[in-house]
T-cell receptor, first 114, second 113 residues
Framework: DAGVIQSPRHEVTEMGQEVTLRCKPISGHDYLFWYRQTMMRGLELLIYFNNNVPIDDSGMPEDRFSAKMPNASFSTLKIQPSEPRDSAVYFC????????????FGEGSRLTVL | GQQVMQIPQYQHVQEGEDFTTYCNSSTTLSNIQWYKQRPGGHPVFLIQLVKSGEVKKQKRLTFQFGEAKKNSSLHITATQTTDVGTYFCAGRGTTDSWGKLQFGAGTQVVVTP
């Protein structure tokens, strides 16, 4: 299996622009997570889905952030409008609950908002 | 809400030495996981502990879950340069939904040859 695939790997944009990050989880995994990593705040859970349904979005910073999972093999995290404080590495991870509960992380999308 | 704290935040180790990193939760955990993130990389799962007082070993790494299931430790013996990276613990509170895994701030490990 190719693992969790994220795109783009790097994104540089200007404040006010819309940013869309994409994730393809491991086939067969029923949980999908979006995390954000910064030096100041570490790894923060933004939102997670179970069987394509959002379960907990309490970590989503504000209304500028939205996440969707239209099907089992695709999810997006959108920021509109983007701000410099959104600069971070955004990780997508997937998991299969009945197993060890291990999260498989993608390689991340590094976002820089100027 | 639940908070997972890790100490130390930074560990400078001479190659061949041992070190320990600690993880403490403000609430009881149903389980705890450990991950390693190499510089520029992504977190990679190391292990999960579920039982009170559980101890698991992976070669030079020893993981322990406290009796009260509120703390955990990772001990590395005879550190090697390949151990460089940041080690995270991540826990699920007993009242949290399965997917709500909270990560500690991590211990960044630097190894000097």
């Amino acid at each position: 299996d190719a693992g969790v695939i994220q795109s783009p790997r790097h994104e540089v944009t200007e404040m006010g622009q819309e940013v869309t990050l994409r994730c393809k989880p491991i086939s067969g995994h029923d949980y999908l997570f979006w995390y954000r990593q910064t030096m100041m705040r570490g790894l923060e859970l933004l939102i997670y889905f179970n069987n394509n349904v959002p379960i907990d979005d309490s970590g989503m910073p504000e209304d500028r952030f939205s996440a969707k999972m239209p099907n089992a093999s695709f999810s997006t995290l959108k920021i509109q409008p983007s701000e410099p404080r959104d600069s971070a590495v955004y990780f997508c991870a997937s998991s299969l609950q009945p197993n060890t509960g291990e999260l498989f992380f993608g390689e991340g999308s590094r976002l820089t908002v100027l | 809400g639940q908070q997972v704290m890790q100490i130390p935040q930074y560990q400078h180790v001479q190659e061949g030495e041992d070190f320990t990193t600690y993880c403490n939760s403000s609430t009881t955990l149903s389980n705890i996981q450990w991950y390693k993130q190499r510089p520029g990389g992504h977190p990679v799962f190391l292990i999960q502990l579920v039982k009170s007082g559980e101890v698991k070993k992976q070669k030079r790494l020893t993981f322990q879950f406290g009796e009260a299931k509120k703390n955990s430790s990772l001990h590395i013996t005879a550190t090697q340069t390949t151990d460089v990276g940041t080690y995270f613990c991540a826990g699920r509170g007993t009242t949290d939904s399965w997917g709500k895994l909270q990560f500690g701030a991590g211990t960044q490990v630097v190894v000097t040859p």
